[in-house]
Nanobody
Framework: QVQLVESGGGSRQAGGSLRLSCSLSGRTFSDYGMGWFRQVPGKDRDFIAGISSSGGSTYYAVSVKGRFIISRDNAKNTVFLQMNSLNPEDTAVYYC??????????????????WGQGTQVTVSS
């Protein structure tokens, strides 16, 4: 059974940076496309970044493009989200997710079936 464990959330002032990590266990990490989502209370969970199983392709939502970087280390079974130039609108619970769709491209937002527990990111102005 696939399990995802996130770490790295916390509080920052606007303009700061944070790096989130998510480790996968229970299956072969390199078989999974990985993604990061975020959710604020009362709103839908938004797909903000994705990376293909090989790491060769990435996707970013407009809201984070140019500020966030998704990467993965298949040797360490870990996906990362480097978040730079944070602003208060980035405040949310961040979730990593895994997709076992048999594709080489970045999985689409609805193709993720396994979720981490979420980690809070709070950005103050």
């Amino acid at each position: 059974q696939v399990q995802l464990v996130e770490s790295g959330g916390g509080s920052r002032q606007a303009g700061g940076s944070l790096r989130l990590s998510c480790s996968l266990s229970g299956r072969t990490f390199s078989d999974y496309g990985m993604g990061w989502f975020r959710q604020v209370p009362g709103k839908d969970r938004d797909f903000i970044a994705g990376i293909s199983s090989s790491g060769g392709s990435t996707y970013y939502a407009v809201s984070v493009k140019g500020r966030f970087i998704i990467s993965r280390d298949n040797a360490k079974n870990t996906v990362f989200l480097q978040m730079n130039s944070l602003n208060p609108e980035d405040t949310a619970v961040y979730y990593c997710a895994a997709s076992h769709e048999p594709k080489h491209s970045v999985p689409l937002g609805f193709e993720y079936a396994t979720w981490g527990q979420g980690t809070q990111v709070t950005v103050s102005s």
